[in-house]
């Protein structure tokens, strides 16, 4: 059985960072792409940023330079680096898996992801 397990959100101040990390068990993701997504109340789900297993990355616009994405696959897991956080990042934060291993640029829809975690919430005050 799949499992996506995310940690790190919380409560911080606007300006301040945040580390999230999504641990993935039950099947190996090595080749696979990887992402996080948002949903903040009473919106849909928002892409944040892949990686794929090259380090290909892509990035929303409203993240780009302020939020960084990694992965180690020694150890099945993604991270999220999130700094100069603002109030309208305030969400629940998302981790994804794709089933079919990808050779070029990791997919930015949430269709294209068959793995989900149960989220962890990350609430940034002005």
């Known amino acids: 059985q799949v499992q996506l397990v995310e940690s790190g959100g919380g409560l911080v101040r606007a300006g301040g960072s945040l580390r999230l990390s999504c641990v993935a068990s039950g099947r190996t993701f090595g080749r696979h792409p990887m992402g996080w997504f948002r949903q903040a109340p009473g919106k849909e789900r928002e892409f944040i940023a892949t990686i794929n297993w090259n380090s290909n990355t892509v990035y929303a616009d409203s993240v780009n330079g302020r939020f960084t994405i990694s992965r180690d696959n020694a150890v099945s897991t993604i991270y999220l680096y999130m700094n100069s956080l603002k109030p309208e990042d305030t969400a629940v934060y998302y981790c994804?898996?794709?089933?079919?291993?990808?050779?070029?640029?990791?997919?930015?829809?949430?269709?294209?992801?068959?793995?989900w975690g149960q989220g962890t919430q990350v609430t940034v005050s002005s």
């Open positions: 994804a898996a794709d089933s079919t291993p990808r050779y070029g640029m990791p997919p930015r829809v949430s269709s294209e992801y068959d793995f």
